[in-house]
Protein backbone atom coordinates (compact mmCIF):
# COMPACT_ATOMS: atom_id res chain seq x y z
CA UNK A 1 0.00 0.00 0.00
CA UNK A 2 2.52 2.07 0.90
CA UNK A 3 4.69 1.67 -2.54
CA UNK A 4 1.97 2.85 -4.16
CA UNK A 5 1.20 5.94 -2.25
CA UNK A 6 4.63 7.27 -3.40
CA UNK A 7 5.39 5.78 -6.97
CA UNK A 8 5.76 8.29 -9.60
CA UNK A 9 5.54 8.12 -13.26
CA UNK A 10 8.67 8.58 -15.04
CA UNK A 11 9.23 11.72 -16.31
CA UNK A 12 11.26 13.57 -19.24
CA UNK A 13 12.91 16.99 -18.30
CA UNK A 14 13.42 18.65 -21.62
CA UNK A 15 14.58 22.37 -22.05
CA UNK A 16 12.85 24.12 -25.38
CA UNK A 17 15.08 26.70 -26.93
CA UNK A 18 14.15 29.02 -30.32
CA UNK A 19 15.91 29.32 -33.65
CA UNK A 20 17.32 33.05 -34.26
CA UNK A 21 19.55 32.63 -37.05
CA UNK A 22 19.69 30.00 -39.93
CA UNK A 23 23.28 29.75 -41.79
CA UNK A 24 23.73 27.17 -44.41
CA UNK A 25 23.62 24.13 -42.35
CA UNK A 26 24.02 25.99 -38.73
CA UNK A 27 21.32 26.98 -36.77
CA UNK A 28 21.80 29.86 -33.88
CA UNK A 29 19.26 29.29 -31.09
CA UNK A 30 18.52 31.01 -27.95
CA UNK A 31 17.06 29.03 -24.31
CA UNK A 32 18.80 25.61 -23.65
CA UNK A 33 20.79 26.57 -20.71
CA UNK A 34 22.31 23.38 -19.49
CA UNK A 35 22.97 21.50 -23.13
CA UNK A 36 26.50 19.70 -23.52
CA UNK A 37 28.75 19.70 -26.18
CA UNK A 38 27.92 17.07 -28.91
CA UNK A 39 24.45 16.44 -27.86
CA UNK A 40 21.52 15.68 -29.53
CA UNK A 41 18.49 18.46 -30.29
CA UNK A 42 15.27 18.44 -31.79
CA UNK A 43 13.65 20.74 -33.74
CA UNK A 44 9.70 21.01 -33.05
CA UNK A 45 8.78 22.12 -36.38
CA UNK A 46 9.84 18.83 -38.60
CA UNK A 47 9.36 15.88 -37.04
CA UNK A 48 12.80 14.25 -36.67
CA UNK A 49 15.04 16.62 -37.80
CA UNK A 50 17.84 16.93 -35.20
CA UNK A 51 20.74 18.85 -35.00
CA UNK A 52 23.81 18.76 -32.88
CA UNK A 53 25.34 21.34 -30.15
CA UNK A 54 28.79 22.46 -31.44
CA UNK A 55 29.58 25.95 -29.07
CA UNK A 56 27.85 27.68 -26.67
CA UNK A 57 27.95 30.81 -24.51
CA UNK A 58 25.61 32.03 -21.51
CA UNK A 59 23.05 33.56 -24.09
CA UNK A 60 22.75 31.29 -27.10
CA UNK A 61 24.03 27.76 -28.30
CA UNK A 62 25.33 27.17 -32.12
CA UNK A 63 24.07 23.82 -33.37
CA UNK A 64 24.78 21.42 -37.02
CA UNK A 65 21.46 20.64 -38.82
CA UNK A 66 21.47 16.93 -39.48
CA UNK A 67 19.62 16.86 -42.33
CA UNK A 68 17.54 19.08 -44.67
CA UNK A 69 17.20 22.50 -43.21
CA UNK A 70 14.74 23.55 -46.01
CA UNK A 71 12.45 23.36 -43.52
CA UNK A 72 13.31 24.41 -40.47
CA UNK A 73 12.33 28.61 -39.90
CA UNK A 74 13.08 31.35 -37.90
CA UNK A 75 11.35 30.65 -34.47
CA UNK A 76 11.00 27.32 -34.51
CA UNK A 77 11.26 25.53 -31.49
CA UNK A 78 14.03 23.75 -30.21
CA UNK A 79 13.59 21.04 -27.43
CA UNK A 80 16.64 18.90 -25.61
CA UNK A 81 16.93 16.44 -23.33
CA UNK A 82 19.90 16.08 -21.11
CA UNK A 83 21.98 13.07 -22.23
CA UNK A 84 24.53 12.14 -24.55
CA UNK A 85 24.21 11.56 -28.11
CA UNK A 86 24.40 8.21 -28.84
CA UNK A 87 23.33 5.84 -31.44
CA UNK A 88 21.48 2.16 -31.57
CA UNK A 89 23.37 -0.40 -32.51
CA UNK A 90 22.88 -4.16 -32.84
CA UNK A 91 23.50 -7.44 -34.33
CA UNK A 92 20.67 -6.60 -37.18
CA UNK A 93 22.46 -3.51 -38.09
CA UNK A 94 24.46 -5.82 -40.23
CA UNK A 95 24.08 -6.16 -43.91
CA UNK A 96 22.38 -2.26 -43.34
CA UNK A 97 22.88 1.07 -44.55
CA UNK A 98 22.71 3.81 -42.36
CA UNK A 99 22.71 7.66 -41.88
CA UNK A 100 25.04 9.82 -39.43
CA UNK A 101 22.40 9.00 -36.99
CA UNK A 102 22.24 5.73 -36.95
CA UNK A 103 18.71 5.55 -38.98
CA UNK A 104 18.71 2.78 -42.38
CA UNK A 105 18.86 4.75 -45.77
CA UNK A 106 18.55 1.40 -47.76
CA UNK A 107 15.27 0.12 -49.08
CA UNK A 108 14.70 -2.14 -46.70
CA UNK A 109 12.80 -2.71 -43.22
CA UNK A 110 12.76 1.07 -42.03
CA UNK A 111 12.64 -0.50 -38.63
CA UNK A 112 16.09 -2.26 -36.91
CA UNK A 113 15.38 -4.01 -33.71
CA UNK A 114 18.49 -3.08 -31.50
CA UNK A 115 20.47 -4.13 -28.60
CA UNK A 116 21.35 -1.37 -27.07
CA UNK A 117 22.82 2.63 -27.79
CA UNK A 118 26.23 3.18 -28.03
CA UNK A 119 27.75 7.10 -27.38
CA UNK A 120 28.96 8.54 -30.34
CA UNK A 121 31.82 10.45 -29.11
CA UNK A 122 32.75 8.05 -26.34
CA UNK A 123 35.89 8.58 -25.20
CA UNK A 124 39.32 6.15 -26.22
CA UNK A 125 39.87 3.55 -24.22
CA UNK A 126 42.89 4.52 -21.06
CA UNK A 127 46.14 2.87 -21.02
CA UNK A 128 45.93 0.66 -18.48
CA UNK A 129 42.90 -1.08 -20.68
CA UNK A 130 44.81 -2.02 -23.61
CA UNK A 131 46.82 -5.01 -24.37
CA UNK A 132 49.93 -4.86 -26.92
CA UNK A 133 48.25 -6.14 -30.55
CA UNK A 134 49.75 -9.53 -31.39
CA UNK A 135 47.43 -10.99 -34.06
CA UNK A 136 47.94 -10.40 -37.50
CA UNK A 137 44.88 -8.62 -39.41
CA UNK A 138 44.58 -10.06 -42.70
CA UNK A 139 44.04 -8.03 -45.77
CA UNK A 140 44.19 -10.44 -48.35
CA UNK A 141 46.43 -8.25 -50.48
CA UNK A 142 49.73 -10.03 -50.85
CA UNK A 143 52.14 -6.76 -50.23
CA UNK A 144 50.10 -5.76 -47.33
CA UNK A 145 50.49 -9.24 -45.77
CA UNK A 146 53.84 -9.92 -46.55
CA UNK A 147 55.87 -7.08 -46.56
CA UNK A 148 53.57 -4.23 -44.65
CA UNK A 149 51.76 -6.73 -42.02
CA UNK A 150 49.07 -4.92 -39.84
CA UNK A 151 47.86 -6.23 -36.51
CA UNK A 152 44.49 -6.47 -35.47
CA UNK A 153 43.82 -3.01 -33.33
CA UNK A 154 46.31 -1.06 -35.51
CA UNK A 155 45.58 2.20 -37.11
CA UNK A 156 46.74 1.83 -40.46
CA UNK A 157 46.92 5.16 -42.86
CA UNK A 158 46.11 4.57 -46.51
CA UNK A 159 47.29 7.54 -48.44
CA UNK A 160 47.84 8.44 -52.56
CA UNK A 161 46.30 10.64 -55.25
CA UNK A 162 42.45 10.47 -56.68
CA UNK A 163 41.97 7.40 -58.45
CA UNK A 164 44.67 5.09 -57.62
CA UNK A 165 43.27 2.23 -55.78
CA UNK A 166 42.59 3.45 -52.58
CA UNK A 167 39.30 2.07 -51.69
CA UNK A 168 39.73 -0.98 -53.56
CA UNK A 169 42.65 -1.85 -51.26
CA UNK A 170 39.78 -1.21 -48.27
CA UNK A 171 37.46 -3.02 -50.01
CA UNK A 172 39.56 -5.86 -50.59
CA UNK A 173 40.30 -5.64 -46.39
CA UNK A 174 36.53 -5.94 -45.69
CA UNK A 175 36.00 -8.71 -48.53
CA UNK A 176 39.18 -10.98 -47.17
CA UNK A 177 37.18 -10.45 -43.15
CA UNK A 178 34.96 -13.75 -44.60
CA UNK A 179 34.60 -16.25 -41.47
CA UNK A 180 37.30 -14.63 -39.76
CA UNK A 181 35.06 -13.42 -37.27
CA UNK A 182 35.72 -9.52 -37.80
CA UNK A 183 32.50 -7.62 -38.06
CA UNK A 184 33.29 -4.41 -40.56
CA UNK A 185 32.08 -0.63 -40.99
CA UNK A 186 32.50 1.26 -43.87
CA UNK A 187 32.13 5.21 -43.49
CA UNK A 188 31.49 7.01 -46.75
CA UNK A 189 31.88 10.38 -46.61
CA UNK A 190 31.40 13.59 -48.91
CA UNK A 191 31.45 11.34 -52.27
CA UNK A 192 29.23 10.90 -54.68
CA UNK A 193 26.27 8.54 -54.18
CA UNK A 194 26.98 6.59 -57.17
CA UNK A 195 30.21 5.45 -56.16
CA UNK A 196 28.75 4.20 -52.87
CA UNK A 197 26.23 2.57 -54.70
CA UNK A 198 28.98 0.69 -56.68
CA UNK A 199 31.05 -0.11 -53.50
CA UNK A 200 27.74 -1.68 -52.00
CA UNK A 201 27.35 -3.70 -54.45
CA UNK A 202 31.05 -5.06 -54.64
CA UNK A 203 30.12 -5.38 -50.92
CA UNK A 204 26.77 -7.67 -51.66
CA UNK A 205 28.09 -9.38 -54.92
CA UNK A 206 31.01 -10.67 -52.85
CA UNK A 207 29.01 -11.71 -49.42
CA UNK A 208 30.81 -9.22 -47.42
CA UNK A 209 27.50 -7.21 -46.48
CA UNK A 210 26.44 -9.95 -44.43
CA UNK A 211 29.04 -8.91 -41.54
CA UNK A 212 29.48 -4.99 -43.25
CA UNK A 213 27.47 -1.95 -41.66
CA UNK A 214 27.79 0.74 -44.09
CA UNK A 215 27.70 4.37 -42.39
CA UNK A 216 27.02 6.66 -45.29
CA UNK A 217 27.03 10.64 -45.32
CA UNK A 218 27.58 11.25 -49.46
CA UNK A 219 28.23 14.62 -50.49
CA UNK A 220 24.81 15.54 -50.97
CA UNK A 221 23.93 14.95 -47.23
CA UNK A 222 23.91 17.84 -44.96
CA UNK A 223 27.70 18.93 -43.85
CA UNK A 224 26.75 18.18 -40.47
CA UNK A 225 26.41 14.84 -41.18
CA UNK A 226 29.52 14.45 -43.17
CA UNK A 227 30.96 16.11 -39.95
CA UNK A 228 29.37 13.01 -37.49
CA UNK A 229 30.09 10.25 -39.97
CA UNK A 230 33.18 8.79 -38.92
CA UNK A 231 32.06 8.90 -35.06
CA UNK A 232 29.17 7.07 -35.50
CA UNK A 233 31.04 4.48 -37.91
CA UNK A 234 33.48 4.39 -34.72
CA UNK A 235 30.84 4.23 -32.50
CA UNK A 236 29.38 0.90 -34.07
CA UNK A 237 32.98 -0.46 -34.31
CA UNK A 238 32.67 0.15 -30.68
CA UNK A 239 29.46 -1.93 -29.99
CA UNK A 240 31.50 -4.89 -31.74
CA UNK A 241 34.69 -4.07 -29.60
CA UNK A 242 33.42 -3.73 -26.26
CA UNK A 243 31.06 -6.85 -26.89
CA UNK A 244 34.59 -8.89 -26.78
CA UNK A 245 34.52 -9.31 -30.67
CA UNK A 246 36.92 -7.92 -33.67
CA UNK A 247 36.16 -5.06 -35.56
CA UNK A 248 37.60 -3.09 -38.63
CA UNK A 249 36.85 0.38 -39.69
CA UNK A 250 37.42 2.15 -42.83
CA UNK A 251 37.32 5.53 -43.15
CA UNK A 252 36.31 7.06 -46.93
CA UNK A 253 37.78 9.26 -46.52
CA UNK A 254 39.28 11.98 -43.95
CA UNK A 255 40.69 14.67 -46.43
CA UNK A 256 36.81 15.29 -47.10
CA UNK A 257 36.04 15.23 -43.32
CA UNK A 258 38.23 18.01 -42.63
CA UNK A 259 37.42 20.04 -45.55
CA UNK A 260 33.50 19.78 -44.18
CA UNK A 261 34.71 20.55 -40.88
CA UNK A 262 36.65 23.67 -42.27
CA UNK A 263 33.65 25.15 -44.17
CA UNK A 264 31.40 24.03 -41.10
CA UNK A 265 34.13 26.15 -38.65
CA UNK A 266 34.73 29.38 -41.01
CA UNK A 267 30.75 29.66 -40.81
CA UNK A 268 30.73 29.62 -37.02
CA UNK A 269 33.75 32.38 -37.34
CA UNK A 270 36.50 30.62 -35.56
CA UNK A 271 39.55 31.98 -36.46
CA UNK A 272 41.25 30.10 -39.59
CA UNK A 273 44.89 28.39 -38.86
CA UNK A 274 47.10 26.48 -40.93
CA UNK A 275 45.45 25.92 -44.83
CA UNK A 276 42.12 27.84 -42.97
CA UNK A 277 41.40 24.63 -41.24
CA UNK A 278 40.56 25.77 -37.70
CA UNK A 279 43.07 24.97 -34.68
CA UNK A 280 41.16 22.01 -33.20
CA UNK A 281 41.43 19.73 -36.56
CA UNK A 282 44.32 17.77 -35.38
CA UNK A 283 42.61 17.22 -31.95
CA UNK A 284 39.53 16.35 -33.97
CA UNK A 285 41.43 13.78 -35.82
CA UNK A 286 43.69 12.48 -33.34
CA UNK A 287 40.73 11.78 -30.88
CA UNK A 288 39.18 9.93 -33.78
CA UNK A 289 42.02 7.87 -34.37
CA UNK A 290 42.89 6.66 -30.38
CA UNK A 291 39.44 4.94 -30.18
CA UNK A 292 40.85 1.93 -32.17
CA UNK A 293 42.84 -0.66 -30.40
CA UNK A 294 42.82 -4.22 -28.50
CA UNK A 295 41.33 -3.70 -25.16
CA UNK A 296 42.29 -6.52 -21.92
CA UNK A 297 41.06 -9.26 -20.96
CA UNK A 298 38.91 -7.68 -18.33
CA UNK A 299 37.37 -5.54 -20.94
CA UNK A 300 36.63 -8.69 -22.81
CA UNK A 301 39.11 -8.76 -25.06
CA UNK A 302 37.81 -7.21 -28.61
CA UNK A 303 39.42 -5.21 -30.85
CA UNK A 304 38.97 -2.55 -33.31
CA UNK A 305 41.36 -1.66 -36.57
CA UNK A 306 41.04 1.26 -38.47
CA UNK A 307 42.12 2.29 -41.79
CA UNK A 308 41.66 5.93 -42.44
CA UNK A 309 42.03 7.15 -46.25
CA UNK A 310 43.14 10.28 -47.47
CA UNK A 311 43.83 11.91 -50.91
CA UNK A 312 47.23 13.85 -51.56
CA UNK A 313 47.87 16.10 -54.64
CA UNK A 314 50.14 14.99 -56.77
CA UNK A 315 51.74 12.22 -53.89
CA UNK A 316 52.26 15.66 -51.82
CA UNK A 317 52.44 13.70 -48.36
CA UNK A 318 53.47 16.98 -46.47
CA UNK A 319 49.78 18.99 -46.99
CA UNK A 320 48.62 19.47 -43.41
CA UNK A 321 45.60 16.96 -43.00
CA UNK A 322 47.54 14.54 -44.70
CA UNK A 323 50.95 14.85 -42.28
CA UNK A 324 48.97 15.03 -39.17
CA UNK A 325 47.57 11.90 -40.09
CA UNK A 326 50.31 10.06 -41.13
CA UNK A 327 51.56 11.35 -37.02
CA UNK A 328 48.69 9.57 -35.76
CA UNK A 329 48.27 6.35 -37.20
CA UNK A 330 50.98 3.34 -36.56
CA UNK A 331 52.22 3.02 -40.48
CA UNK A 332 50.72 4.17 -43.79
CA UNK A 333 50.49 2.07 -47.31
CA UNK A 334 51.55 4.85 -49.82
CA UNK A 335 49.78 4.51 -52.75
CA UNK A 336 51.94 6.46 -55.79
CA UNK A 337 50.18 7.47 -58.58
CA UNK A 338 53.04 6.94 -61.32
CA UNK A 339 53.53 3.08 -60.05
CA UNK A 340 49.22 2.73 -60.67
CA UNK A 341 49.92 4.31 -64.46
CA UNK A 342 53.02 2.02 -64.83
CA UNK A 343 50.61 -0.50 -64.65
CA UNK A 344 51.45 -1.94 -60.95
CA UNK A 345 48.16 -2.66 -59.15
CA UNK A 346 47.84 -2.06 -56.47
CA UNK A 347 50.40 0.46 -56.27
CA UNK A 348 51.41 0.06 -52.95
CA UNK A 349 55.42 1.76 -52.82
CA UNK A 350 57.47 -0.62 -50.89
CA UNK A 351 60.16 2.07 -49.72
CA UNK A 352 57.30 4.79 -48.50
CA UNK A 353 54.92 1.99 -47.02
CA UNK A 354 55.67 1.54 -43.38
CA UNK A 355 53.90 -0.76 -40.89
CA UNK A 356 55.42 0.23 -36.99
CA UNK A 357 53.26 -2.98 -35.40
CA UNK A 358 55.01 -4.78 -37.85
CA UNK A 359 56.09 -8.36 -38.12
CA UNK A 360 55.75 -8.81 -34.63
CA UNK A 361 52.41 -10.24 -35.55
CA UNK A 362 53.36 -12.49 -38.28
CA UNK A 363 53.01 -16.03 -38.06
CA UNK A 364 57.18 -17.76 -38.64
CA UNK A 365 56.30 -18.81 -41.31
CA UNK A 366 54.67 -15.68 -43.57
CA UNK A 367 57.89 -14.29 -41.44
CA UNK A 368 60.23 -16.10 -42.66
CA UNK A 369 59.16 -15.90 -46.71
CA UNK A 370 58.74 -12.83 -46.71
CA UNK A 371 61.89 -10.95 -44.87
CA UNK A 372 64.10 -9.90 -48.33
CA UNK A 373 60.83 -8.73 -50.36
CA UNK A 374 61.20 -5.26 -49.89
CA UNK A 375 65.44 -5.36 -50.20
CA UNK A 376 64.43 -7.23 -53.10
CA UNK A 377 62.31 -4.90 -54.70
CA UNK A 378 63.88 -2.30 -53.78
CA UNK A 379 67.01 -3.48 -55.78
CA UNK A 380 65.11 -4.72 -58.87
CA UNK A 381 63.84 -0.71 -59.07
CA UNK A 382 67.04 0.77 -59.01
CA UNK A 383 68.32 -1.80 -61.60
CA UNK A 384 65.48 -0.91 -63.41
CA UNK A 385 66.28 2.78 -63.25
CA UNK A 386 69.93 2.43 -64.13
CA UNK A 387 69.17 0.08 -66.81
CA UNK A 388 67.39 2.96 -68.73
CA UNK A 389 71.16 4.68 -69.72
CA UNK A 390 72.94 0.76 -70.25
CA UNK A 391 72.18 -1.40 -72.86
CA UNK A 392 74.56 -4.53 -72.63
CA UNK A 393 73.82 -6.70 -69.36
CA UNK A 394 75.85 -9.05 -67.95
CA UNK A 395 74.17 -12.78 -67.09
CA UNK A 396 74.24 -11.92 -63.48
CA UNK A 397 72.13 -8.15 -63.62
CA UNK A 398 69.86 -10.05 -66.50
CA UNK A 399 68.59 -12.80 -63.78
CA UNK A 400 68.21 -9.79 -61.05
CA UNK A 401 66.29 -8.56 -63.54
CA UNK A 402 64.47 -11.60 -64.43
CA UNK A 403 63.87 -12.09 -60.37
CA UNK A 404 62.56 -8.93 -59.90
CA UNK A 405 59.95 -9.20 -62.53
CA UNK A 406 58.80 -12.09 -61.52
CA UNK A 407 58.38 -10.95 -58.12
CA UNK A 408 56.53 -7.89 -58.97
CA UNK A 409 54.20 -10.16 -61.28
CA UNK A 410 53.63 -11.89 -58.10
CA UNK A 411 52.59 -9.14 -56.08
CA UNK A 412 50.14 -7.72 -58.64
CA UNK A 413 46.70 -8.48 -58.25
CA UNK A 414 42.97 -7.72 -59.10
CA UNK A 415 40.43 -6.01 -57.33
CA UNK A 416 38.33 -7.61 -55.21
CA UNK A 417 40.34 -11.43 -55.03
CA UNK A 418 42.07 -11.53 -52.14
CA UNK A 419 44.68 -13.58 -51.16
CA UNK A 420 44.70 -16.32 -47.98
CA UNK A 421 47.91 -16.01 -45.67
CA UNK A 422 48.56 -19.69 -47.22
CA UNK A 423 48.62 -19.09 -50.89
CA UNK A 424 50.72 -16.30 -50.01
CA UNK A 425 53.31 -18.43 -48.14
CA UNK A 426 53.51 -20.79 -50.80
CA UNK A 427 53.62 -18.11 -53.70
CA UNK A 428 56.92 -16.70 -51.25
CA UNK A 429 58.48 -19.83 -50.92
CA UNK A 430 58.72 -20.82 -53.76
CA UNK A 431 59.73 -17.37 -55.10
CA UNK A 432 62.26 -17.93 -52.24
CA UNK A 433 63.81 -20.85 -53.82
CA UNK A 434 64.50 -19.69 -57.07
CA UNK A 435 61.80 -21.78 -58.94
CA UNK A 436 59.73 -19.00 -60.48
CA UNK A 437 62.29 -16.51 -62.28
CA UNK A 438 62.57 -19.27 -64.60
CA UNK A 439 59.56 -19.55 -65.80
CA UNK A 440 57.65 -17.79 -69.09
CA UNK A 441 54.86 -14.76 -68.22
CA UNK A 442 52.37 -17.27 -68.74
CA UNK A 443 53.93 -19.97 -66.63
CA UNK A 444 54.11 -17.49 -64.20
CA UNK A 445 50.75 -17.11 -64.53
CA UNK A 446 49.60 -20.54 -64.79
CA UNK A 447 51.26 -21.54 -61.62
CA UNK A 448 50.15 -18.33 -59.42
CA UNK A 449 46.60 -19.02 -60.29
CA UNK A 450 46.56 -23.05 -60.17
CA UNK A 451 49.39 -24.27 -57.20
CA UNK A 452 46.84 -23.94 -54.52
CA UNK A 453 44.41 -25.97 -56.55
CA UNK A 454 47.05 -28.55 -57.45
CA UNK A 455 48.41 -29.14 -53.91
CA UNK A 456 44.84 -29.52 -52.41
CA UNK A 457 44.49 -32.50 -54.88
CA UNK A 458 48.06 -33.76 -54.63
CA UNK A 459 48.90 -33.10 -51.35
CA UNK A 460 46.16 -31.87 -48.81
CA UNK A 461 48.30 -32.90 -46.11
CA UNK A 462 51.21 -30.40 -46.61
CA UNK A 463 48.39 -27.83 -46.34
CA UNK A 464 47.01 -29.20 -43.36
CA UNK A 465 49.96 -29.28 -41.11
CA UNK A 466 51.34 -25.42 -42.33
CA UNK A 467 47.77 -24.32 -41.81
CA UNK A 468 47.94 -25.62 -38.26
CA UNK A 469 51.18 -24.48 -37.32
CA UNK A 470 52.11 -22.29 -39.55
CA UNK A 471 55.62 -22.76 -39.71
CA UNK A 472 58.16 -23.75 -42.68
CA UNK A 473 59.64 -27.29 -41.23
CA UNK A 474 62.12 -29.35 -43.09
CA UNK A 475 59.84 -31.82 -43.81
CA UNK A 476 57.20 -29.12 -44.98
CA UNK A 477 59.80 -27.69 -47.42
CA UNK A 478 60.65 -31.09 -49.01
CA UNK A 479 57.29 -32.04 -49.91
CA UNK A 480 56.77 -28.46 -50.84
CA UNK A 481 59.59 -28.82 -53.34
CA UNK A 482 58.44 -32.14 -54.69
CA UNK A 483 55.31 -31.14 -55.56
CA UNK A 484 55.88 -28.25 -57.14
CA UNK A 485 58.50 -30.31 -59.53
CA UNK A 486 55.22 -32.55 -60.33
CA UNK A 487 53.50 -29.65 -61.33
CA UNK A 488 56.00 -28.27 -63.40
CA UNK A 489 55.91 -31.59 -65.44
CA UNK A 490 52.08 -32.15 -65.25
CA UNK A 491 50.89 -28.59 -66.32
CA UNK A 492 54.33 -28.03 -68.83
CA UNK A 493 55.39 -24.96 -68.21
CA UNK A 494 59.22 -25.50 -68.42
P1 LIG B 1 39.05 8.03 -55.55
O1 LIG B 1 40.16 9.01 -55.44
O2 LIG B 1 38.08 8.38 -56.63
O3 LIG B 1 38.43 7.70 -54.25
P2 LIG B 1 40.50 5.58 -55.28
O4 LIG B 1 41.90 6.00 -55.06
O5 LIG B 1 39.71 5.16 -54.12
O6 LIG B 1 39.73 6.69 -56.11
P3 LIG B 1 39.56 3.19 -56.57
O7 LIG B 1 38.20 3.73 -56.71
O8 LIG B 1 39.80 2.13 -55.57
O9 LIG B 1 40.59 4.40 -56.35
O10 LIG B 1 40.12 2.64 -57.94
C1 LIG B 1 40.21 3.44 -59.10
C2 LIG B 1 40.14 2.56 -60.33
O11 LIG B 1 41.26 1.71 -60.41
C3 LIG B 1 38.91 1.66 -60.33
O12 LIG B 1 38.38 1.66 -61.61
C4 LIG B 1 39.47 0.30 -59.98
O13 LIG B 1 38.75 -0.75 -60.59
C5 LIG B 1 40.88 0.37 -60.52
N1 LIG B 1 41.76 -0.48 -59.70
C6 LIG B 1 42.07 -0.30 -58.42
N2 LIG B 1 42.88 -1.28 -57.95
C7 LIG B 1 43.10 -2.10 -58.99
C8 LIG B 1 43.85 -3.33 -59.17
N3 LIG B 1 44.53 -3.87 -58.16
N4 LIG B 1 43.84 -3.91 -60.38
C9 LIG B 1 43.14 -3.36 -61.39
N5 LIG B 1 42.42 -2.23 -61.30
C10 LIG B 1 42.39 -1.60 -60.12
MG1 LIG C 1 38.03 6.07 -53.18
Given amino acids: MKDTLFKIEPFEIKEVGVVKELKRGIARIEGLPSCIYGQLIEFGDVTG ?5 VDFNEKEVMAFILGDEKDIKLGSTVTSRNEVFSIPVGENFLGRVINAIGEPIDDRNPHIENNGFCPV ?3 SPGVLDRVPISEQFHTGTKILDSVIPIGRGQRELIIGDRQTGKTTIALDAIINQKDKNVFCVYCWIGGAHSSLMKIIRALEETGALDYTVVVAASASSSAGEQYLAPYVASAVGEYFMYSGRDS ?6 LTKHAWIYRELSLLLERSPGREAYPGDIFYLHSQLMERAGR ?10 TFFPIVETLQGDITGYIQ ?8 GQIYISGSLFHEGFKPAID ?7 IGSKVQSEALREVSDTLRLDYAQYKELLRLMRVKTKLSTEIAEKLRRGEALSRILGQDTHQPVS ?4 IILLYAFKRKILEILSPEGLGIFCGQIMGYLEEANPQVLKNLASQKVLSVETKQELDRTFVEFFRAKKVI
Wanted: net charge positive; glycine share 10%.
Fill in 49 to 53: RKGLV
Fill in 121 to 123: FRR
Fill in 248 to 253: FVVFDD
Fill in 295 to 304: LNAEKGSGSM
Fill in 323 to 330: SNLVSMTD
Fill in 350 to 356: LGLSVSR
Fill in 421 to 424: ELAI
